[in-house]
């Protein structure tokens, strides 16, 4: 079992930046893939960005070079493992609830999702 809390999600003017962080609790040693998913109101939740086996790095088209996401090695621990994503340039398209996933051991796991809100 993975457990996942995110925080970090506020209203930011366009062109601003936020970070979001998600830390992941419980069975650290089977996680196989971290990422971020994001859903818009009257939208279908969409990858945002995922690390697979701590190396291989995807983000979604409409976000590249504006949003990067990382593990803090530093702060991982045996029951804990954090990944944050570092949004830049934001724009009003990019409000939507942002939810952090894991793929561990082929099941999913979510966290209950927090709010980014960006104002033209």
């Known amino acids: 079992q993975v457990q996942l809390v995110e925080s970090g999600g506020d209203l930011v003017q366009a062109g601003g930046s936020l970070r979001l962080s998600c830390a992941a609790f419980?069975?650290?040693?089977?996680?196989?893939?971290q990422g971020w998913y994001r859903q818009a109101p009257g939208k279908q939740r969409e990858l945002v960005a995922r690390i697979t086996s701590g190396v291989s790095v995807e983000y979604a088209d409409s976000v590249k070079g504006r949003f990067t996401i990382s593990s803090d090695n530093e702060k991982t621990t045996a029951a804990k493992k954090i990944v944050y994503l570092q949004m830049n340039s934001l724009k009003p398209e990019d409000t939507a609830v942002y939810y952090c996933?894991?793929?561990?051991?082929?099941?999913?796991?979510w966290g209950q999702g927090t709010q980014v809100t960006v104002s033209s």
């Open positions: 996933s894991a793929l561990a051991s082929g099941a999913s796991f």
């Open positions: 419980g069975s650290i040693f089977s996680i196989d893939d």
